[in-house]
């Protein structure tokens, strides 16, 4: 069965009184997908990694889409997160840029081999059976943050 994602990005750029918008959006299609929300709380030491487990991505080449964000959804604990970084099990490979910008997604899809965005890269390195995320300082302990992934792959 075919599943579709699409990677929509709205540009805005306003000078003065004048002011431009443009929607640009990719969709790829493939066999398997990857769709996952879950939610922590952090505890003591706001930095430490939060894991998503249950996540595999075995060959990188075999992805189509991306879509990953951290958000923060509860502040009990007077935070803010700021920024942080993702990666696969025990940190082994990045994936995406680091740091990434709280709320600032990761959305990359393969385009046919020409990358949307443009600047944008496959963002998998390295096959993963986690997603890990590590938030920057900024974060109290009783704060909550949530992992958004979704992902397109051709199953093999």
């Given at each position: 069965?075919?599943?579709?994602?699409?990677?929509?990005?709205?540009?805005?750029?306003?000078?003065?009184?004048?002011?431009?918008?443009?929607?640009?959006?990719?969709?790829?299609?493939?066999?398997?997908?990857?769709?996952?929300?879950?939610?922590?709380?952090?505890?003591?030491?706001?930095?430490?990694?939060?894991?998503?487990?249950?996540?595999?991505?075995?060959?990188?080449?075999?992805?189509?889409?991306?879509?990953?964000?951290?958000?923060?959804?509860?502040?009990?604990?007077?935070?803010?997160?700021?920024?942080?970084?993702?990666?696969?099990?025990?940190?082994?490979?990045?994936?995406?840029?680091?740091?990434?910008?709280?709320?600032?997604?990761?959305?990359?899809?393969?385009?046919?081999?020409?990358?949307?965005?443009?600047d944008a890269s496959n963002?998998?390195?390295?096959?993963?059976?986690?997603?890990?995320?590590?938030?920057?300082?900024?974060?109290?302990?009783?704060?909550?943050?949530?992992?958004?992934?979704?992902?397109?792959?051709?199953?093999?």
């Amino acid at each position: 069965m075919a599943i579709s994602h699409t990677n929509r990005i709205r540009y805005n750029y306003s000078a003065g009184s004048s002011s431009q918008a443009k929607d640009v959006s990719v969709t790829e299609t493939a066999g398997g997908s990857i769709a996952i929300s879950e939610a922590f709380t952090i505890g003591a030491t706001p930095t430490d990694t939060l894991v998503v487990t249950d996540f595999n991505v075995p060959t990188p080449a075999d992805v189509k889409s991306v879509y990953i964000v951290a958000e923060q959804t509860g502040s009990a604990g007077g935070g803010t997160l700021a920024t942080g970084s993702f990666a696969n099990q025990g940190g082994a490979s990045a994936i995406g840029p680091d740091p990434v910008n709280a709320g600032e997604p990761i959305v990359w899809s393969d385009n046919g081999g020409n990358n949307f965005p443009q600047d944008a890269s496959n963002p998998f390195l390295a096959a993963a059976t986690s997603l890990e995320y590590t938030p920057d300082a900024g974060l109290a302990q009783n704060d909550e943050v949530t992992i958004i992934a979704y992902v397109l792959y051709d199953p093999t």
